[in-house]
């Protein structure tokens, strides 16, 4: 498909959007004169407010008062405490209008969304109007809301470290870190490690090791859950006929890093957690998620680094990597829902989307502004993560967490074989999906 005809399809998505806006404003707002009176509509979600209201204020300025001026309180809540402050705010009657959900609250939560349905945003339109990484939020009538924005999984890395062994630029490659571990880490008189290439091979220590894996079995080729005549199954532990266990290879390739009798030991669970160790100059290549990049930056000023996409397979015909991706949704319990949706469709649009995502620095999820690189160095990066992103159906993600650490250190520790481990973990994540 030719560049014409992308644009073309662009202009026509753009166009039905326009066309549900109006229809729905129509039949759920309220007129004052020739003025659009848009409902009170309160919205919770883990996105920083500061980014949602500089943002918000923005396109209400644009807004003349035919358009009408939104009507919105947007909570933001930590991530911990977001899903038991939902629930507990649900059951006492005085939960918000809409969340901004994010992908591991959809096999637990999706009951308590008002989806979308085809006949508002048809599966086409969707698939033409958002990038690859929002198809977790399509469900069998429609989809959980409108993505928004995703925090796709990056790799920071230390520039003096690389500078330092005359190593011009980033590793693009997983073969690379063989060589990188051991031309970058150094090891004292008895052997202990005093700066690591690349946290890999344990769990505990290692800040974001669920994403990372998520991300190599993405590359290996299993999509860790799949969903199959509406139940969702396990298929960690689904090996290719005839050939190796993708799963299997990731878990052999992680857990070497933190073996002494390979080549490639950089990383033990003694060390300093990993974001800890990247900061303070310690640590060569950290994975971290988009978001991470301002606390990195106010922890350590001086520190000199940068940021490039996930390292990828050499002959892989597809770039992947993993992200958490959110969406502007509708809770069934909304008090307004035709007033919600309204407000919502206003929300999706293009000129919101990019306000917040310039103001959080993360990446929209719709391919018209995805399309168009930002200047800014960093932030082209996180796009062109976003455009490669992939999630996964987590049942849990404090359990599955727990899920994937046994995985790891049963093998890295030798308590476990590694087809032993895989298998475990995968019964144990198709048992939380059959519950």
Known sequence: MDNKTNSFQIILVGAFAFFIVVGVIVFSTVRSGSEVIFPEVTIWG???????????GALNLQRTKKEGQLNVTYVEKR??????????????????????????????HADKIYPVSFESLSLRDYKDLYADAAEIFLVEKGSLGFPLYADPLVMYWNKDIFASEG????????????????????????????????????????????????????????????????????VLNKGRQGGVDPAQSVIAFFTDFSNPNKASYSWNRSLPESQQRFIAGDLAVYFGYASELAEIRLKNPNLNFD???FPQLQDAKVNVTSARVYSLAILKSSSDISGTFSTLVVLAGKDFASMFSENAALP?????????????????????????????????GLRTNAVFENMVEDVSAGRSKISDAVLRASQEIGAMLQN
Do not use: C, H, M
């Open 167 to 234: 190593i011009a630029e980033p590793p693009r490659y997983w073969t690379e870190f063989f060589t990188l571990s051991e031309s970058l880490s150094r090891k004292d008189s008895v052997g202990n490690i005093t700066r690591s290439a690349v946290a890999l091979g344990e769990f505990s220590n290692v800040r974001n090791a669920k994403g990372i894996l998520s991300a190599l079995f993405f590359q290996a080729g299993t999509p860790i859950v799949e969903e199959v005549g509406g139940e969702y199954r396990s």
């Open 46 to 56: 883990t996105a920083p407010k500061r980014s949602f209201d500089v943002a918000y």
């Open 364 to 396: 929209p999820l719709r391919r018209d502004l995805l399309r168009d690189k930002p200047d800014d160095p960093d932030l082209s990066i996180f796009y062109d993560s976003a455009i490669i992103s992939k999630s996964w159906l987590d049942p849990d």
């Open 79 to 108: 991530k911990g405490e977001f899903e038991s402050d939902l629930i507990e705010a649900l059951a006492s009657g005085k939960g918000p209008d809409a969340v901004i959900l994010p992908e591991d609250f959809i096999v637990k």
């Open 307 to 309: 940021v490039a996409v």
